[in-house]
């Protein structure tokens, strides 16, 4: 089942802050977390696993809470270069499929 | 290697030709994997591949579509009898095929399919 992604869309200042959320109906094993630019493919930007750490890519973090099901992407001190669609992908214990989310559309203006 | 390449890039066709295309993964990389995007929508699986084994298919991918990977490297997807409702982005993505859920997919640029 599809996870659902909120908000679903987002503007941003250079140098604001925003979070993503991603949650799912299903229990979650892994949340894998895309950027797509327009036209162009999924850049992967981290893996989170069930009972791991928190994660970093440059100043985009995200963590996964267990209890809510649920993974929320934070983008720090945001640069115009985040602007793009993020994507999280769920998978399940031995799935190795991921089922998106619709995506949520940020937008970082100078 | 640069990367998951697919070719083409973009094909327009008319409704009820059959389609071609091809995914070239990562040469390390034993799974692949092909997925759907159409706009305003994330990625929606369709099948995936280890070496050469097709493991899933989706429950929802009409018989009118088929896969393969016959020396477990590159892959094609055929699309029969094509309908307006395939037009899609069409990506393939592979990943290096650890065991567990730590397994980093990495796409390529996508065919774009248009159907007349």
């Known amino acids: 089942q599809q996870p659902v992604q909120s908000p679903q869309a987002v503007i941003l200042r250079e140098g604001e802050d925003a979070v993503i959320n991603c949650s799912s109906s299903k229990a979650l094993y892994s949340v894998h977390w895309y950027r797509q630019k327009h036209g162009e493919a999924p850049v992967f930007l981290m893996i989170l696993l069930k009972g791991g750490e928190q994660m970093r890519h440059e100043k985009i973090s995200a963590s996964f809470n267990e209890k809510k099901q649920q993974s929320s992407l934070y983008l720090t001190a945001s640069q115009l270069s985040y602007s793009g669609t993020y994507f999280c992908g769920t998978g399940g214990l031995n799935d190795y499929k991921l089922s998106f989310g619709a995506g949520t559309t940020v937008t970082v203006r100078a | 290697d640069t990367g998951v390449s697919q070719d083409p890039r973009h094909k327009i066709t008319k409704r009820g030709q059959n389609v071609t295309f091809r995914c070239d993964p990562i040469?390390?990389?034993?799974?692949l994997y092909w997925y759907r995007q159409t706009l305003g929508q994330g990625p929606e699986f369709l099948t995936y591949f280890q070496n050469e084994a097709q493991l899933e298919k989706s429950r929802l991918l009409s018989n009118r579509f088929s896969a393969e990977r016959p020396k477990g490297s590159f892959s094609t997807l055929e699309i029969q009898r094509t309908e307006q409702g395939d037009s899609a982005m069409y990506l393939c993505?592979?990943?290096?095929?650890?065991?567990?859920?730590?397994?980093?997919?990495?796409f390529g640029p996508g065919t774009r399919l248009t159907v007349l």
């Open positions: 993505a592979s990943s290096l095929g650890l065991v567990g859920p730590y397994n980093e997919q990495f």
């Open positions: 040469s390390e990389h034993n799974r």
